[in-house]
């Protein structure tokens, strides 16, 4: 249905998700407040806004009077209106989880894998992980399924190209496979991409140019970029860990020499790992201008402080940078499920159509 060249079916769903988003990120906004935050009139948030009501998707909530008058409401999502789920497949295992519509993990099942494991056997495993999450829950609730996998990939397909270490996984169709085996709607990007993902949903605000940096049986960024995830044009952006540090080094998975990922690995210590991890950092910020790093991933768990000092050290010594290019260093606090936990938040900000986080547009006005 159009009128004047406007979609108004279209223009009225992006309303509605604009004002979701915006009680999200705030927690909760009144009427009044919400007209404000979306750029709504008044008389379009009183319309919108019963039609959620009337969904299930918020509630109300009454204030404590803060004078004459009448108290003020104040919107806020239902968290257990919709779930989301979100996998990581490792090398050595799957990990799954159910999330509320704030993106809260709910349930969490771990399987592990043996090396080298078969596609059959990397999608039968997050199948029966969905089975026992979703079990006792109204599937007609759950938005669908995110996995953050080893790339190359497509994200755009779904199809794993050559997944590094993994010698079986040579052009994947793992999008159609999962959607087959668990009958919803499936998302598949690479897993620096989902633990990135995962940083920016918490964000309210503009986003530093900032590397996530997923450190685990392999190495990788997610890379957040004019505020939002840059994937690369190929969707493959951020294979930080095959960076050449010593051009005639240890051979690497990838057929190179020398890379970060390897000469990481054969490190004869956490101390001497993080210090190559950083020494490759610092000419990452110089190439991208990085404003933020955020060290992720079960190296980094296993040794928090080893790494921030370490990694901390070689930006100093590499980049003697005046105050104004001075790079805040952080160490994840989104701990073992950051992986899953941003494939799920990629499910959810197509439900809340967050563009500014996916890289689309809203409909046109």
Known sequence: MTESGVNLRGLRQHNRAMLLTAIRRAGGLSRVELAGRSGLTQQAVSKIVPELIAAGLLDEQQLPAAGVGKPRIRLAIRPEARYALGAQLDRDEVQVVLTDLLGAVVAVTTAALPPGFPPAEGVAAIGLGVDRLCAGIDKTRVLGLGVGATGPLDHRTGMVRDATHQPAWHDVPLRDLLTARTGFDVVVDKDTNAAAFAHQWQTDGPTPATAVVLVGTGIGVGLLIGGRLYRGPRTNAGEFGHTTLSYDGPRCPCGRRGCVEVLHNLAK?????????????????????????????????????IYAEAVAAQLAEQLPAPHWQRIRLDVSELGEDVVAIGAAAEVLSVFYAEPQMTGGSPPAQ
Do not use: C, F, H, N
Not at 274 to 295: F, K, P, T, W
């Open 269 to 305: 210590s956490p101390e001497e790992a993080a210090r190559l991890l950083g020494i490759g950092l610092a000419d990452l910020v110089q190439v991208l201008d990085l404003e933020r790093i955020v060290l992720a991933g079960r190296a980094v768990r296993a040794a928090p402080t």
